[in-house]
């Protein structure tokens, strides 16, 4: 790594990260509540701020050399079995996708709602089960890691309420964000690779605006993903005990560099 990892700077990024999201959206004018709604107010209100977080991350990721310990974990979970739960994360999903009346979406609709997936899934899972994960474990146990990493990701969402989201479901969306964001890291840690919690947590949030603009039913996602969240609260110990990710001594790395 070009710059070894330092705690602090897991809050430096996550802060930098809800700044540049915060800032482009309102720039953009399009109320949260107006995302989904139409392709335009999709474009503008999700993908544009999306986009150039995008950019901000892969530049920082590159100048911190982070890549290889964002993506990938030196050694997988010694608990395999904990994966059921993003699995049925993953059906969930499907069965979202399959509850939308894809007749009331136009192609500039669906690439918008793709290009959202694909930036959803890509930023929020390399900044805060990435670069914030990576950052963290220079100091602290993986407990504490899983714990403060998925405190922060719901909490960024708690943005949404300053750009027009009722404050009640935010803070709803914060605490299912919070659940969900256990999922994406039970990914990581039993497959060994954030790629696999960028895919089904970009597939997740494009089932679920798909499903909110055009359901042709009950909303599955509303009725399941509580229970996916709490399974997932319920096996996240056992993905966690036993870990051979340990912190970074700081300090004995730039001995061990300067000698």
């Known amino acids: 790594m070009r710059i070894h990892p330092r705690h602090w700077m897991g809050f430096v990024i996550w802060a930098g990260y809800v700044v540049v999201i915060f800032l482009v959206t309102k720039l953009m004018g399009v109320p949260y509540t107006r995302i989904g709604a139409t392709a335009e107010e999709t474009w503008k209100g999700a993908v544009v701020d999306l986009a150039a977080a995008a950019v901000l991350l892969a530049i920082t990721t590159s100048l911190l ?14 608990h395999k079995w904990p994966i059921f739960v993003p699995i049925v994360m993953l059906l969930v999903a499907f069965a979202n996708l399959v509850n ?62 300053a750009l027009g989201a009722p404050i009640g479901s935010t803070l709803v969306q914060v605490l299912m964000a919070f659940a969900s964001g256990t999922a994406f890291y039970i990914v990581r840690r039993v497959t060994g690779s954030l790629i696999w919690a960028m895919l089904l947590h970009g597939l997740w ?45 700081v300090g004995a790395s730039e001995a061990r560099l300067a000698a």
């Open 205 to 249: 949030d494009v089932s679920v605006f798909a499903v909110g603009h055009a359901s042709v039913g009950p909303a599955i996602a509303n009725i399941l993903a509580p229970v996916v969240g709490l399974l997932a609260l319920a096996v996240v110990y056992w993905v966690i005990t036993g870990t051979d990710e340990k912190p970074v001594d």
């Open 65 to 78: 050399g982070w890549w290889r310990p964002a993506l990938f974990e030196r050694k997988r979970s010694h």
């Open 100 to 161: 939308t009346d894809w007749s009331k979406f136009d192609a500039s609709f669906i690439f918008a709602l793709v290009a959202l997936g694909i930036l959803v899934g890509f930023n929020e899972e390399l900044m805060t089960r990435g670069l914030v994960l990576t950052a963290f474990r220079s100091r602290l146990p993986e407990g504490w890691v899983w714990f403060i990493s998925s405190v922060l990701f719901g909490g960024m969402h708690l943005v949404n309420a």
